[in-house]
């Protein structure tokens, strides 16, 4: 890899990662509604799904949005191996994420790259489609995305791509009011 890309990824994760700091110290209340929102429910008891792959998440330990998006994978029937790290840079270059495509963590999933906030029907339907690809991206951090839910409810307008093998990539799901 040449050093301009590796230093792009760098710097989109350094970048992804701040958001996802600042994002909690600008909003603490909006950021404890929205774990409460997403708070699995207890009545209801987890479940794993026995059909789905085992998700390899890795984030950084203080990432909280991170750990509000493993739960919604959980209660979506993943079972989850989450793996802190101070450094991402490493693990978004080994798994092909593009530059500039980067947000705050990066999933392995049934040996496909889940990299971001990307809701758990998409990958389910990237799991059932299985294309030649590398997965799904979902730069940056969308209000509204899984993870980042607003206490009133707004999604933002964002879209999923899907990453080919070559790198490129193209429109797979959109999510989000208005647009």
Excluded at 54 to 72: E, L, M, N, P, Y
Excluded at 89 to 115: D, Q, W
Excluded at 145 to 153: F, K
Aim: aromatic residues 4%.
């Amino acid at each position: 890899m040449n050093h301009s890309l590796s230093l792009g990824l760098l710097l989109g994760t350094v970048l992804a990662t701040a958001a996802c700091a600042r994002a909690a110290d600008e909003a603490p209340a909006a950021s404890l509604a929205a774990e409460a929102a997403a708070a699995p429910d207890k009545s209801r008891p987890a479940f794993v799904d026995p059909a789905l792959p085992i998700a390899i998440v890795h984030k950084t330990a203080s990432c909280g949005c991170c750990g509000i998006w493993v739960d919604h994978l959980k209660a979506e029937g993943f079972q989850v191996d989450v793996r802190d790290t101070d450094d991402m840079n490493p693990i978004k270059v080994r798994l092909g994420v593009p530059v500039g495509k980067a947000s705050c963590h990066t999933a392995e999933i049934g040996g496909y790259v889940v990299e971001g906030h990307i809701p758990a029907e998409d990958i389910k339907r990237l799991l059932a489609e299985r294309p030649a690809a590398r997965g799904l991206v979902l730069p940056g951090m969308p209000a509204g995305s899984p993870g980042m839910e607003m206490p009133d409810g707004y999604v933002q307008p964002y879209t999923v791509e899907l990453v080919r093998n070559d790198g490129s990539s193209a429109p797979f799901a959109e999510h989000g009011q208005g647009g």
